[in-house]
């Protein structure tokens, strides 16, 4: 018995169906991945960093954008990042960017692999991205990669300071955090000086 080859999506389908789809689709090497739902921690995390970057890079030339923003990383490659933040106004047209300055993922246990690994190293790739920022929900953990570092990892926990270099900006850890709902985000707010 013979398996019939996979029929390819052309990226021009691709993207014509994306701008119709009610689901988000991820496209990889002309295979498309519906985008799976997200939790409340996640949902919060991504809001509380959105807003933190949309009050910090007010009247400065860089925007962040939520999770619809679409991001092409390779010529058959394209993903929709948590949060990605455009400087100068580099877009390929209303919906897509090949530019992104900042990428943001929050990791899940269904995305943590993804995120870290294949994701990471795609997102490398794109010339104008200087930081890459993943966010654990389950438990208190931020993680950049810079360019300047050559992508050699930083860790932020509970009583840290992030420092965007990219953007000048900096992002307290109980801040990402705010009103997320985890074993250790609870544990912090719930000692006798959560601040230290």
Same mark, same amino acid.
């Given at each position: 018995?013979? +398996?019939? &080859? /996979?029929?390819?999506? =052309?990226?021009?389908?691709?993207? #014509?169906?994306?701008? $119709? =789809?009610?689901?988000?689709?991820?496209?990889?090497?002309?295979?498309?991945?519906?985008?799976?739902?997200?939790?409340?921690?996640?949902?919060?995390?991504? #809001?509380? @960093?959105?807003? %933190?970057? /949309?009050?910090?890079?007010?009247? /400065?030339?860089?925007?962040?954008? =939520?999770?619809?923003? $679409?991001?092409?990383? *390779?010529? *058959?490659?394209?993903?929709?990042?948590?949060?990605? @933040?455009?400087?100068?106004? !580099?877009?390929?047209?209303?919906?897509?960017?090949?530019?992104?300055? +900042?990428?943001?993922?929050?990791?899940?246990?269904?995305?943590?692999?993804?995120?870290?690994?294949?994701?990471?190293?795609?997102?490398?790739?794109? &010339?104008?991205?200087?930081?890459?920022?993943?966010?654990?929900?389950?438990?208190?953990?931020?993680? @950049?990669?810079?360019? *300047?570092?050559?992508?050699? &990892?930083?860790?932020?926990?509970?009583?840290?300071?992030?420092?965007?270099? *990219?953007?000048?900006?900096? +992002?307290?850890?109980?801040?990402?955090?705010?009103?997320?709902?985890?074993? %250790?985000?609870? !544990?912090?707010?719930?000692?006798?000086?959560?601040?230290?």
């Amino acid at each position: 018995m013979s +398996l019939a &080859p /996979k029929t390819l999506l =052309s990226i021009q389908d691709y993207l #014509a169906g994306e701008r $119709l =789809s009610e689901v988000r689709h991820e496209y990889v090497e002309g295979v498309v991945y519906a985008m799976a739902g997200t939790s409340i921690n996640h949902n919060q995390i991504t #809001a509380n @960093v959105l807003t %933190e970057l /949309k009050t910090k890079l007010k009247g /400065k030339n860089c925007r962040p954008f =939520s999770s619809d923003l $679409l991001v092409k990383t *390779s010529a *058959s490659r394209y993903r929709y990042p948590d949060v990605t @933040v455009i400087c100068n106004e !580099q877009f390929l047209d209303d919906y897509s960017t090949e530019s992104p300055t +900042l990428i943001v993922e929050v990791l899940s246990n269904g995305t943590r692999k993804t995120d870290r690994q294949i994701k990471r190293l795609e997102y490398m790739q794109i &010339p104008s991205l200087q930081e890459y920022m993943l966010i654990e929900q389950d438990f208190v953990q931020v993680e @950049v990669f810079r360019r *300047s570092q050559a992508w050699q &990892p930083s860790y932020y926990y509970w009583t840290d300071v992030v420092t965007l270099e *990219s953007l000048g900006v900096n +992002l307290t850890v109980p801040d990402i955090y705010e009103q997320v709902n985890n074993a %250790e985000v609870l !544990q912090w707010l719930n000692s006798p000086n959560p601040t230290l």
